[in-house]
């Protein structure tokens, strides 16, 4: 079954407007997320590692600003593209690791975000 | 900056062919190394994971590879493929730094298609 739940699937929107994408870790308790941005024909970029009761740790060029990111409890945290534009029209997939050591990490099925 | 590396952009079999997908990453350190599968409309799943021990990995359904150090290299195997293998494969490299760990880093992913 599914270990990582995102939410929403699919959102279309007008630039300018506000887009909260939820992940929820349904297996264990999650302390660190991680935030995957992916183009077509490309890999997987990190944008950011979201840390449970802290600050996110962005990746080099991700605008924090732009791209809020919430880990307020052990199985959720939130990633909001804030005023979105036609540019930040991507796939966006969330990933959780099960904590230290040696372990791979589980992925949620992915949130497709089109700007109009 | 550490880099992963997949040869084929997008292979195309006829069932019962044999399969090798070639993967290879910059970093001579101390690696895991994965290989996840995204079967259309699903989200990665991981099909097999290397950490330490035996260089040749059994993973699901039928799949393996080889970690040759010596050639920074890990390449998925299958020796017989069938339609439902058709999806995107994704190598990545989770490298450790004195003792730290990195991140998840993803090659741009192979497409195989499998033809009846």
């Known amino acids: 079954g599914a270990v990582v739940s995102q939410h929403p699937s699919w959102v279309i929107c007008k630039s300018g407007t506000s887009v909260k994408i939820e992940c929820r870790s349904l297996?264990?308790?999650?302390?660190?997320m991680f935030w995957y941005r992916q183009f077509p024909k490309q890999s997987l970029m990190l944008m950011a590692t979201?840390?449970?009761?802290?600050?996110?740790?962005?990746e080099q060029g991700v605008e924090k600003d732009k791209f809020l990111i919430n880990h307020a409890s052990l199985t959720l945290s939130t990633l909001t593209v804030t005023s979105a534009h036609p540019e930040d029209s991507s796939f966006y997939i969330c990933?959780?690791?099960?904590?230290?050591?040696?372990?791979?990490?589980?992925f949620g099925d992915g949130t497709r975000l089109s700007i109009l | 900056a550490q880099s992963v590396s997949q040869h084929n952009h997008h292979v195309i079999l006829s069932e019962a062919a044999s399969l090798e997908l070639g993967c290879n990453y910059s970093?001579?350190?101390?690696?895991?190394l994965f290989w996840y599968v995204q079967y259309p409309g699903q989200h990665l799943q991981l099909l097999l994971k290397?950490?330490?021990?035996?260089?040749l990995v059994k993973g699901i359904k039928g799949f393996e590879a080889e970690f040759i150090k010596s050639k920074f290299s890990f390449n998925l195997r299958k020796p017989s493929v069938q339609w439902s293998d058709t999806a995107e494969y994704f190598c990545a490299v989770r490298h450790y730094y004195g003792g730290s760990q990195g991140n998840l880093i993803f090659g741009k992913g192979t497409k195989l298609s499998v033809k009846p």
């Open positions: 297996d264990f308790q999650a302390t660190t």
């Open positions: 990933s959780v690791s099960p904590g230290a050591g040696n372990q791979p990490q589980h």
């Open positions: 290397y950490f330490s021990g035996d260089p």
């Open positions: 970093y001579g350190g101390t690696v895991n």
């Open positions: 979201s840390n449970e009761g802290s600050k996110a740790t962005y």
